[in-house]
């Protein structure tokens, strides 16, 4: 099982700290890169963090996480609510898919409530500020170990 994780970040994201800061808050997409990098140092996971706004970039990379990732975390932002396409190109995965939302969904508009991903997604984590990252990737990190130690099990 690899320890390659990728971290995604769909459209509107790269004007964290600038964008809403009522909502999203104060951090900007290079305050959570470089927090996520020092927890999966810490996790001895080495990681990719991608942010676009086009919804084929994030399928390219989905692709690419595919023939090397052990684990994927995206917030895919307004594409939660809308892509099959990103759906579909998660479904390609046989790693675990964690999806990562910094606002609470849930207690937004209603439009917020479903999500896409959330089919595929083994788990979610909403409202919990940019930390939310930090807490998905102790779960990747996680759920690698448990699939290496089964694997090494088996063998
Ligand atoms: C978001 C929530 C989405 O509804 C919204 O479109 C975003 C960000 C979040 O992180 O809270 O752009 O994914």
């Known amino acids: 099982m690899s320890r390659l994780i990728f971290v995604l970040n769909g459209p509107n ?9 009522h909502i999203y808050g104060h ?3 290079a305050d959570v890169e470089r927090d996520c990098r020092r927890v999966a140092g810490e996790l001895r996971l080495e990681m990719r963090f991608h942010q676009s706004n086009a919804e084929y970039q994030i399928i390219d990379w989905i692709h690419e996480a595919r023939e090397s990732a052990g684990a994927l975390i995206i917030n895919p932002a307004a594409f939660t609510h809308t892509s099959v396409a990103i759906l579909d190109a998660l479904n390609t995965l046989e790693v675990p898919v964690l999806e990562v939302h910094i606002s609470n969904v849930h207690k937004r508009e209603a439009f917020r ?13 909403a409202g919990f500020g940019t930390h939310g990252y930090q807490l998905a990737i102790q779960r990747a990190a996680r759920l690698i170990d448990e699939a290496q130690a089964a694997a090494g099990a088996k063998s």
């Open 13 to 21: 994201l790269n004007l964290l700290g600038k964008r809403q800061p």
């Open 27 to 29: 951090e900007t997409l």
């Open 113 to 125: 409530h479903h999500s896409y991903v959330s089919l595929v997604a083994s788990g979610v984590i």
